[in-house]
């Protein structure tokens, strides 16, 4: 049964509009999420996080946005760029107080010119 | 840059042969994770290592297991390599508690033929 659930495999926006990548998950024990951003050929690296106690945190174009009655969290980019081109997986930890992070499985995103 | 390395960054090997794969920190990062990805599924965790000589599994751990026995290394072993584990690999570190961001090393692309 898979945790955290990131239900559009692709997402195509132009450059300068907003991203919106979305991501549910399932286990309210959940205490901490993160987002990550893929290239080809690379490791994940991180983007940006939100503690459960939060319900946004902004880091320049990056805004993550959580609504834990819901159990959604959605990660906002704007403007969007050609380089932010990549697969962003969302991941979330704490469960019973573990550092074990569990992610979905990916969107990918491209900006087009 | 977490300062992590795998090694070796691609591997070919046959069905029914023992295969390791390492990862070296030199962050002293307490918290040590080894994932696959493949087409469809995402990071999946394989086992996780939250200090020297504790491991614990992650939700696809059947067919590996791992040893730690210094900080800055994590070590993966297929002890009988199927077709079904050629993926690529990725380990991962984090300082643990309350900070949790995780830093990912290049991968390593493992194909049983």
């Known amino acids: 049964d898979q945790q955290v659930k990131q239900n559009s495999p692709s997402l195509s926006v132009q450059e300068g509009r907003i991203s919106i990548l979305n991501c549910d998950y399932t286990n309210s024990m959940f205490d901490y999420f993160l987002w990550y951003k893929k290239y080809p050929a690379e490791g994940p690296t991180f983007l940006i996080s939100i503690s459960s106690i939060k319900d946004k945190n902004e880091d320049g174009r990056f805004t993550v946005f959580l609504n834990k009655s819901a159990k959604h969290l959605s990660l906002h980019i704007v403007p969007s760029q050609p380089g932010d081109s990549a697969v962003y997986f969302c991941a979330a930890s704490g469960e019973g107080g573990s550092e074990k992070l569990v992610f979905g499985k990916g969107t990918k995103l491209t900006v087009n010119p | 840059d977490a300062g992590i390395t795998q090694s070796p960054r691609h591997k070919v090997t046959e069905t029914g042969t023992p295969v390791t794969l390492r990862c070296h920190q030199t962050?002293?990062?307490?918290?040590m994770y080894w994932y696959r990805q493949d087409p469809g599924h995402g990071l999946r965790l394989i086992h996780y290592s939250y200090g020297v000589k504790d491991t614990d599994k992650g939700e696809v751990s059947d067919g590996y297991s791992v040893s730690r026995s210094k900080t800055e290394d994590f070590l993966l072993t297929l002890e009988s390599a199927t077709s079904s584990q050629t993926s690529v690999y990725f380990c991962?570190?984090?300082?643990?508690?309350?900070?949790?961001?995780?830093?990912f090393g290049q991968g390593t692309r493992l194909t049983v033929v």
């Open positions: 991962a570190t984090s300082w643990g508690r309350e900070v949790t961001e995780a830093f």
């Open positions: 962050e002293n990062h307490r918290y």
